[in-house]
């Protein structure tokens, strides 16, 4: 499988920030700690830690467990305590994969999110993941071969929200926020020439021997 990396210049090389990302695909998430520039710990669906092995593999890959669909005061808190360690933080603010490959309306809660930590927010939208793996079916191999249009993870501009310690000021700044957090999301994952070249694109093949935290150098 080809990806396409575009704007990973946007992605801090040190610091806290939490990044946003669509939802499309079981490969999201994977693609994220994979190729992200820096180690991103992301919220997982707490049933993805079910079975013996998958909850020794996710930690070991940055992902700790939140309740779906409801607010999860445990997993707010981890997340904020590696934001004050200057880590960076990923959370998929759908809450779930889209069945059509459209944004879906944004989690209040995790937008409120991003107003209490008061850190940089990158946007990233992943293009192509839904095509070859949809939440509806199964892995769809022939979309991986050659020829094929990439997948492509865009990094957006950050952005800033400033700190909203009180719970009034998140409430008045959360709709504006998610205003601009969708915006810039659906900026990100639309689908754009597949193989148009420039300076902010890179190209690499999934299984090259390039380490991820060496991507945004390629």
């Not at 839904?130 to 020829?147: A, T």
Request: contains cysteine; hydrophobic residues 40%; glycine residues 10%.
């Amino acid at each position: 499988m080809k990806l396409r990396f575009e704007g990973a210049e946007n992605v801090p090389s040190k610091g806290a920030f939490l990044i946003v990302v669509n939802h499309q695909s079981n490969l999201d998430p994977l693609l994220l700690h994979t190729y992200c520039s820096r180690l991103v710990f992301t919220m997982a669906k707490s049933s993805a830690f079910r079975n013996r092995f998958m909850r020794w593999i996710e930690p070991q890959v940055g992902a700790f467990p939140t309740r779906r669909y409801q607010v999860d005061p445990q997993a707010v808190r981890v997340a904020l305590r590696f934001l004050e360690e200057g880590k960076a933080v990923g959370v998929f603010p759908e809450g779930e994969r889209s069945w059509d490959a459209k944004l879906k309306n944004l989690r209040p809660g995790t937008v409120r999110l991003l107003l209490k930590a008061g850190v940089p927010v990158i946007p990233c939208g992943i293009v192509g993941t839904y095509e070859v793996w949809p939440r509806w079916g199964g892995m769809k191999w022939f979309r991986m071969g050659p020829g094929r249009p990439p997948v492509t993870i865009r990094y957006g501009q950050p952005l800033n929200f400033g700190k909203h310690d009180d719970r009034a000021g998140r409430e008045a700044a959360l709709p504006g926020a998610t205003r601009q957090v969708e915006e810039a999301l659906r900026e990100g994952h639309k689908t754009r020439p597949s193989y148009g070249e420039g300076r902010a694109s890179r190209y690499l093949l999934c299984g090259d021997a390039v380490h991820s935290r060496r991507v945004a150098g390629i």
